[in-house]
C-alpha cells in the first residue's frame, strides 16, 4: 500500500501553515541563486568572477537539483511530506550560510549545489501535499505554492541590493538564511496525518507519453528563463547603466509580476484544463518579453521594465500551468515519479541556460545578441507546445 502525507482539513493556524509552509517551502531553495542574481556586480567584483565562473554557479545549482531530482523524486515519495519539506528548507539555509562566509569561488560553488540538491524535492513534497486535498482547493493552492518562488526572487530583488549597500552581499546571504529557516519552522508547523492512497494504477502509454513532452517543453522554457533571470540585472547594469540596487529590481518586477500571474493561470488551468495554445502563448510571450529588454538599448532604459513585467507574466506562469497539468492527469501513486521526471528537464534548462548565456559572453558575443539564447529557446518551447495527438491527454477539449 502507498501512502502519503495529508493534512487535517481545519480553519485557523493550520490551514495559515498549509498556505505559508507550501509557498516558503517553495521559495527556500531558489533563495540563494536570486539573491546573488539580485547582487552579482557586488559578488563578481568581491570574488573575482569571470562572466563564465557566474554562469556557471546557476548551471552547478541546477545541475545538482537535476541529479537529485531525477534520483530521488520517486524514492522521496514514501517519505513524509512534511519531513521532506523541512528538509528542503534546512538545506536552503545551509546554502546560504556557505555562500555569507564564501571567500572564493570553489566555496560559492558548495553553497551552489547545498541549494540545488535541497530544492529538488521541493516539488515532488508539495505536489503530494496538494493532490491529497479536495480537488476545488488544488488549483488555487498550486498556484500559491508555485509562486513562492517568484516571492523569493521578489524579497531577493528588493532586499538584498539594499543589504548589500549597506552593510556588504555577505549579510544580504545571511538574512536569506534566516527567511530559510523561518520556511523550516513553518513546514513543522503543519499537522500531518496518514491517509491511504490506491496503488492500483495503470501506467499507460499515453500518460507517460504526455509528461515527456511537458518535460521536453519545460526543458526549453527553464533554459530561457533562467538565462533571463540570471544575466537581466547584470544586463541592466552594464549596458543601460542602471546603478546596483535599480537594476537588482528589475528581478524584483519579474518575481511581483510573477506571483500574481502563477495563481492566476494555475486557477484558470485547473477549472478549464490546459488549452489547445496555452503553452505555446506563454512562450511567445516570454520571447516578446526579453524582446522588450533588448529594445531597450535603443528605445531607452524605460522599455526594460516593461518587457520584464511581460517576460514575469508569461516565462513564470508556465511551471504553474505545467504542474496543475501534471496532478489532473497523472495518478496519484505515480506523481511524485513523475514529478521528478519533469522537473529534472526544468533543472537541466535551469542549469545549461545561464551557463550557455555566460559562454556566449566569455567568447566575446555583445551582449545584446547574447539575447538570442534565451530567445531560441522560447521559440523552440513554443512548437513544443502546439497540440497534437501525443498532448491529447493533458488537455481538455
Known amino acids: 500500500m502507498v501512502t502519503s502525507t495529508t493534512l487535517t482539513r481545519t480553519s485557523g493556524p493550520s490551514t495559515a501553515a498549509l498556505w505559508a509552509g507550501l509557498a516558503l ?18 559578488v563578481i567584483d568581491d570574488l573575482g568572477l569571470s562572466e563564465a565562473q557566474y554562469g556557471a554557479i546557476a548551471a552547478v545549482t541546477f545541475g545538482a537539483a537535476a541529479v537529485s531530482a531525477l534520483v530521488l523524486g520517486g524514492p522521496t515519495g514514501r517519505i513524509g511530506a512534511r519531513t521532506v519539506m523541512v528538509a528542503v528548507s534546512l538545506g536552503g ?43 476545488h482547493r488544488r488549483g488555487a493552492l498550486i498556484g500559491w505554492k508555485q509562486s513562492g ?61 504526455s509528461v515527456a513532452t511537458l518535460t521536453a517543453y519545460t526543458f526549453c522554457m527553464g533554459f530561457g528563463l533562467q538565462a533571463t533571470n540570471a544575466y537581466l540585472p547584470l544586463f541592466a547594469h552594464r549596458q543601460l547603466g542602471f546603478s546596483v540596487p535599480t537594476a537588482g529590481a528589475t528581478a524584483a518586477v519579474i518575481g511581483a509580476v510573477g506571483v500574481a500571474s502563477r495563481i492566476v493561470w494555475a486557477r484558470a488551468a485547473h477549472r478549464d484544463g490546459l488549452r489547445a495554445h496555452t503553452l505555446t502563448l506563454l512562450a511567445l510571450g516570454a520571447a516578446l518579453g526579453v524582446g522588450l529588454g533588448l529594445a531597450a538599448t535603443v528605445a531607452g532604459g524605460w522599455l526594460v521594465w516593461v518587457g520584464a513585467a511581460i517576460f514575469g507574466a508569461a516565462a513564470l506562469a508556465s511551471n504553474a500551468v505545467t504542474m496543475v497539468a501534471l496532478v489532473r492527469t497523472v495518478p496519484p501513486a505515480l506523481l511524485s515519479a513523475a514529478t521528478g521526471l519533469l522537473v529534472t528537464g526544468m533543472y537541466v534548462g535551469f542549469a545549461t541556460g545561464p551557463l550557455t548565456f555566460g559562454l556566449a559572453l566569455e567568447s566575446g558575443v555583445a551582449f545584446p545578441a547574447a539575447w538570442l539564447v534565451p530567445l531560441l529557446a522560447f521559440g ?9 495527438p501525443l498532448t491529447r491527454p493533458l488537455r481538455d477539449s
Open 25 to 42: 517551502c517553495m521559495a527556500a531553495g531558489p533563495l540563494l541563486l536570486y539573491t546573488l542574481t539580485a547582487i552579482s556586480p557586488l
Open 93 to 135: 539555509a545551509v546554502g546560504l550560510g556557505v555562500l555569507a562566509l564564501a571567500g572564493s569561488f570553489a566555496w560559492v560553488v558548495v553553497a551552489a549545489v547545498v541549494s540545488g540538491a535541497a530544492q529538488a524535492l521541493s516539488n515532488p513534497a508539495t505536489n503530494r501535499v496538494v493532490a491529497a486535498l479536495p480537488a
Open 149 to 209: 518562488v517568484q516571492m523569493a526572487q521578489l524579497l531577493a530583488g528588493v532586499l538584498a541590493p539594499a543589504i548589500a549597500v549597506l552593510a556588504g552581499w555577505r549579510w544580504a546571504a545571511a538574512v536569506g538564511m534566516v527567511i530559510a529557516l523561518l520556511a523550516a519552522a513553518t513546514s513543522l508547523a503543519i499537522r500531518p496525518e496518514r491517509a491511504p492512497q490506491s496503488a492500483a494504477v495503470a501506467e499507460g502509454a499515453g500518460t507517460w507519453t
Open 380 to 388: 523552440l518551447a513554443a512548437v513544443i507546445g502546439l497540440p497534437t
